[in-house]
C-alpha cells in the first residue's frame, strides 16, 4: 500500500517565476492538505483541498494557489516566487477534513528560490 | 492568533535516561492534541494523539503524553530513551474538529548518545 507520495523531490528556481508541486495521498484518502516548513520552523499550514475545492486556508498570499483532481491527488502552485519561498512543502493526506482524522505526510519537495 | 510552544529546541541525553518535552499551546476552546516524530531520512510520522477521556495517552515505541488543561500543555515523555530515538519532535494542535488543520510547534531535535 503506497503512502504518501510527493514529485519532484527536490527543485531549484528563481526569483519570479511560478512551481507546480505535486501530491498524490494515500490509497483510500480523498483530503489533502499542503504545509509549508521553512528551515528550523515547524511545518505551517497553507490549505486544505476536499471533493475539489478548498475548504480552509492558512495565513499565506494569493500567489499560493492550489487544485484538487478527481483522483484525490492534488498540486500546490506558487506564482512570483520570493527567496523567502524557499522551503520544504509537505503534503498530508487523510479520510474526510475533521480535526480526528488522521493525517498522513509526505517525504516533501525542497524548494530552493534563487 | 493560535500558537504551539515547544521549550526545548536541542535535547541531548544518554542512552536509558529518560525524556521530557514540553509543549504549551494557547487557544481557549476544544482541542485535539498530536505529537509527531521525524526520523532522519524519513518523512513525519504520528507519535501519539490525545481527542478526549483519559488524559494520560500511550503512543508507539514507549511513548506517552499527558494532557493538562489547566496548563494547556501536552508534554511528551519516555522513561527510557534509546539511540533509535534521535529524531526530531513536533507537538501539533488542531483546534477546529471540522477541519483538519494543524498548528505545528517549532520542534525539538532530540539526540541519544549511544
Known amino acids: 500500500d503506497a503512502g504518501v507520495t510527493q514529485s519532484p523531490t527536490h527543485l531549484i528556481k528563481t526569483r519570479g517565476q511560478q512551481v507546480t508541486l505535486r501530491c498524490s495521498p494515500k490509497?483510500?484518502?480523498?483530503?489533502v492538505s499542503w504545509y509549508q516548513q521553512a528551515l528550523g520552523q515547524g511545518p505551517q499550514f497553507i490549505f486544505q483541498?476536499?471533493?475539489?475545492?478548498?475548504?480552509q486556508r492558512g495565513n499565506f498570499p494569493d500567489r499560493f494557489s492550489g487544485h484538487q483532481f478527481p483522483n484525490y491527488s492534488s498540486e500546490l502552485n506558487v506564482n512570483a516566487l520570493l527567496l523567502g519561498d524557499s522551503a520544504l512543502y509537505l503534503c498530508?493526506?487523510?479520510?474526510?477534513?475533521?480535526?480526528?482524522?488522521?493525517?498522513?505526510f509526505g517525504p516533501g519537495t525542497r524548494l530552493t528560490v534563487l | 492568533a493560535q500558537s504551539v510552544s515547544q521549550h526545548n529546541h536541542h535535547v541531548i541525553l544518554s542512552e536509558a535516561a529518560s525524556l521530557e518535552l514540553g509543549c504549551n499551546y494557547s487557544?481557549?476552546?476544544?482541542?485535539?492534541l498530536f505529537w509527531y516524530v521525524q526520523y532522519p531520512g524519513q518523512h513525519l510520522q504520528l507519535l501519539l494523539k490525545?481527542?478526549?477521556?483519559?488524559?494520560l495517552v500511550k503512543g508507539i515505541k514507549g511513548f506517552e503524553a499527558e494532557f493538562i488543561k489547566s496548563k494547556f500543555s501536552f508534554n511528551l515523555r519516555k522513561p527510557s530513551v534509546q539511540w533509535s530515538d534521535t529524531a526530531e519532535y513536533f507537538c501539533?494542535?488542531?483546534?477546529?474538529?471540522?477541519?483538519?488543520?494543524?498548528?505545528f510547534g517549532q520542534g525539538t531535535t532530540l539526540q541519544v548518545k549511544p
Open positions: 498530508a493526506s487523510s479520510l474526510g477534513t475533521g480535526g480526528y482524522n488522521e493525517q498522513f
Open positions: 490509497s483510500g484518502h480523498d483530503t
Open positions: 483541498y476536499y471533493e475539489e475545492e478548498e475548504r
Open positions: 487557544y481557549g476552546g476544544t482541542v485535539n
Open positions: 490525545y481527542f478526549s477521556g483519559d488524559p
Open positions: 501539533a494542535v488542531n483546534a477546529w474538529s471540522n477541519t483538519g488543520k494543524l498548528i
